[in-house]
Each structure stands twice: as C-alpha cells, then as structure tokens.
C-alpha cells in the first residue's frame, strides 16, 4: 500500500467514526493531525474504534490481516509524544509490506 491508499483508509475511517457520532466534527487525514496526545478528537472509545476500523479496511483491501499494536507504533515514533497520521502512514506502510 502507498501513502495515497493508506490516506484514503484513514480518511474513511475519519467520516465513519463521524457519521456514528464517535467524534463531533469531521476530521481531515493531513500529516499533523493528531490522534494521540495534546491536540486530538479522539477520546480512547473513537481512538480505539479507529484502530479497528483502521484494520478491517486494510484488511478488506490487502487481503492480509495486520493489527495495528500501540507499543510497536510508540518505539517507531521515538521521540514524539503525540501520534499523528504521518507517523500512521509510516508505520501501516512498514507493516503492510
């Protein structure tokens, strides 16, 4: 998967958690948009549903089950105490290979 593909799954996810009430506005996936830390929208139920949500697409368009694991994202994102999108894209396209 590409940035542009992996993008797109996290800005579908964006709309589905908004269009279920999760979160109050819709979110656009840009590279500074914060889903951990000072900053984000997302309370840990919508966090947590996002990451799932997240892994079901993938999965759907891979054919490959992956999970998305906090801990491994926290060691590739030394450094930052905040989660973006960027750092998101990085990591699914790292395990998704």
């Given at each position: ?16 958690l908004?269009?279920?009430g ?75 290979k």
């Amino acid at each position: 998967m590409n940035d542009i593909q992996i993008r797109e799954l996290i800005k579908e996810s964006f709309d589905s958690l908004y269009e279920a009430g999760m979160i109050d506005n819709c979110v656009e996936a840009c590279d500074n948009t914060v889903l951990i830390g000072n900053g984000s929208v997302f309370d840990s139920v919508a966090f947590v549903t996002l990451f799932m949500d997240l892994e079901d697409r993938i999965k759907d368009r891979t054919q490959k089950e992956i999970f998305l694991i906090l801990t491994d994202i926290h060691d590739f994102n030394v450094g930052n105490s905040a989660l973006n999108v960027r750092v998101l894209i990085d990591y699914i396209k790292k395990i998704s290979k």
